[in-house]
């Protein structure tokens, strides 16, 4: 069964360096989107992307972050400065056509030190 | 805004006994409702879904019936196992936009043997 993968599983990085998470969607999927959880705590919509494009974003959502799909096949969230509050784990999903429902990928565990 | 609600955890049963965890919501317009489950050191995993009033979703022995008169989605399963020992996060998808899920805060569910 296909699934959506992410790499990588866990990061751990410097405050104020930037991070780089990835994703490959499933692959005839359209709509692509990234939560994040901080521990312990609820899942919260960061951002949704269609046709190259973001459709939705949050107010966690701020300059700090982008989404991008370089080549057709992987989805990535770019932190450009990281903070300590950024420390959760970040996860990818994607859905079809008719967005019903949103396949998430296993997460990616950020730690901000 | 569109929310939901669930009961706090953590949920602690016997093996073999019989689980409810109550979910409501508020949504303008007719959402779609989730559950998703979270292992241990895993990711989400859509558990089940309804899209329309009355609708049942139903896996893995696991139900629950989309009441649009009490706003509800509550998970119910007859006999629980150790194996369902995770956190189930209730979630709804708005219509309109690009369905962004907002979840619950998610139960933890302990069953012990």
């Known amino acids: 069964e296909p699934e959506v993968t992410q790499t990588p599983s866990h990061q751990v990085t410097q405050m104020g360096q930037e991070v780089i998470l990835r994703c490959v969607p499933i692959s005839n999927h359209l709509y692509f989107y990234w939560y994040r959880q901080i521990l312990g705590q609820k899942v919260e919509f960061l951002v949704s992307?269609?046709?190259?494009?973001?459709?939705?974003k949050s107010e966690i959502f701020d300059d700090q972050f982008s989404v991008e799909r370089p080549d057709g096949s992987n989805f990535t969230l770019k932190i450009r400065s990281t903070k300590l509050e950024d420390s959760a784990m970040y996860f990818c999903?994607?859905?079809?056509?008719?967005?019903?429902?949103?396949?998430f990928g296993p997460g990616t565990r950020l730690l901000v030190l | 805004g569109d929310s939901v609600t669930q009961m706090e955890g953590p949920v602690t049963l016997s093996e073999e006994a019989f689980l409810t965890i109550n979910c409501t919501y508020t949504a303008t317009g007719y959402p779609s409702l989730f559950w998703y489950v979270q292992y241990p050191g895993e990711g989400l995993q859509l558990l089940l879904k309804a899209t329309k009033a009355d609708d049942k979703g139903s896996n893995k022995g696991f139900e629950a019936t989309y009441r649009k008169e009490t706003t509800s989605f509550h998970l119910e399963k007859g006999s629980v196992q150790v194996s369902d020992s995770a956190v189930y996060f209730c979630a709804l998808s708005s219509s309109g936009g690009y369905n962004k899920l907002i979840f619950g805060a998610g139960t933890r569910l302990a069953v012990h043997p």
């Open positions: 999903a994607s859905s079809e056509w008719d967005q019903e429902t949103q396949y």
């Open positions: 992307f269609y046709n190259n494009e973001i459709s939705e």
